[in-house]
T-cell receptor, first 113, second 107 residues
Framework: DTEVTQTPKHLVMGMTNKKSLKCEQH?????MYWYKQKAKKPPELMFV???????INESVPSRFSPECPNSSLLNLHLHALQPEDSALYLC????????????FGAGSRLTVL | GIQVEQSPPDLILQEGANSTLRCNFS?????LQWFHQNPWGQLINLFY???GTKQNGRLSATTVATERYSLLYISSSQTTDSGVYFC?????????FGPGTRLSVLP
């Protein structure tokens, strides 16, 4: 299995809603990432989990809350988002040793109304 | 942190043409990857190439680490090659992406 699976593919939410994005990989990778991508821009790092511990938080607002329940799962909890948070949210994983190759999921396209 | 630049920003080709995309980076790196993002947003890893040359079908890549650049060659381009090509370098635990080259291949 060489895939990173993200759900849902599309999400529309109001500013008062609470929702979650989910990411799963079964490649035995020990690092997992959340990236945010706005239209016509490159992906920007939000969070890195290394061996299930949060190792990087790129000054992301607290309305985004990551969670890594185990080595295969990564969640992003969303609460009180703003319309400018509308974007493509990409999950990725990597081995974190040797040839550290990033593998991306298909993304979750979020629209905040 | 490391800065990554890519050129050209946009490229329009006729089907069957060849092209070269360039990635410059500001510091030495141990990890450089090329990605293709299709129109639906999926990022596909094309090459892991911190140095040297690799080929995969119509695509090949060369990284000259001492001169801090990498090149991606696309030969006999097809409409399915359209999309955005990113290079990304590892900086600590982060992967820093260049701004991308948007490629349109016309039939």
């Amino acid at each position: 299995d060489t895939e990173v699976t993200q759900t849902p593919k599309h999400l529309v939410m109001g500013m008062t809603n609470k929702k979650s994005l989910k990411c799963e990989q079964h490649m035995g990778h020990r690092a997992m990432y959340w990236y945010k991508q706005k239209a016509k821009k490159p992906p920007e790092l939000m969070f890195v989990y290394s061996y299930e511990k949060l190792s990087i938080n790129e000054s992301v607002p607290s309305r985004f809350s990551p969670e890594c329940p185990n080595s295969s799962l990564l969640n992003l909890h969303l609460h009180a988002l703003q319309p400018e948070d509308s974007a493509l949210y990409l999950c990725a994983s990597s081995q974190q040793s040797g040839a550290n190759v990033l593998t991306f999921g298909a993304g979750s396209r979020l629209t905040v109304l | 942190g490391i800065q990554v630049e890519q050129s050209p920003p946009d490229l329009i080709l006729q089907e069957g043409a060849n092209s070269t995309l360039r990635c410059n980076f500001s510091d030495s790196v141990n990890n450089l990857q090329w990605f293709h993002q299709n129109p639906w947003g999926q990022l596909i890893n094309l090459f892991y190439i911190p140095s040297g040359t690799k080929q995969n079908g119509r695509l090949s890549a060369t990284t000259v680490a001492t001169e801090r650049y990498s090149l991606l060659y696309i030969s006999s381009s097809q409409t399915t090659d359209s999309g955005v090509y990113f290079c990304a370098v590892e900086d600590g635990q982060n992967f820093v992406f260049g701004p991308g080259t948007r490629l349109s291949v016309l039939p």
